[in-house]
């Protein structure tokens, strides 16, 4: 399984940023997909996930600004990110896992991650 990010960068506050995953090795449809963000000196945050049926899961911190989406046939995940915030500044992470039913809260127990791509809010 390999996971690879992108789309992250810098923008102000209440300005907006999609990341993409590009996802290979697995089949991409049947897996459990989420983000998970990490900030330094903070604990790791799940951020939000989707099933492999469209089902999507939210941390209450992101619920309402932040959309998780998938294209299978491109095998792809996306993370719409809108009225970004200084908090949300971290380094984001997409995951998978061939289990399903994840929650947001439970997506840094996924088993696959890709390595990363910077949001900077300021």
């Known amino acids: 399984v390999q996971l690879v990010e992108s789309g992250g960068g810098s923008v102000q506050p209440g300005g907006s940023l999609t990341l993409s995953c590009v996802g290979s090795?697995?089949?991409?449809?049947?897996?459990?997909m989420g983000w998970v963000r990490q900030a330094p000196g903070k604990e790791r945050e799940g951020v939000a996930s989707?099933?492999?049926?469209?089902?999507?899961s939210y941390a209450d911190s992101v619920k309402g600004r932040f959309t998780i989406s998938r294209d299978n046939a491109g095998k792809t995940l996306f993370l719409q990110m809108n009225g970004l915030k200084s908090e949300d500044t971290a380094m984001y992470y997409c995951?998978?896992?061939?289990?399903?039913?994840?929650?947001?809260?439970?997506?840094?127990?996924?088993?696959?991650w890709g390595p990363g791509t910077q949001v900077t809010v300021s």
């Open positions: 989707i099933d492999s049926d469209g089902g999507t």
């Open positions: 090795g697995y089949t991409f449809s049947t897996y459990s």
């Open positions: 995951t998978a896992d061939a289990g399903k039913y994840y929650t947001a809260a439970r997506v840094p127990d996924m088993d696959y």
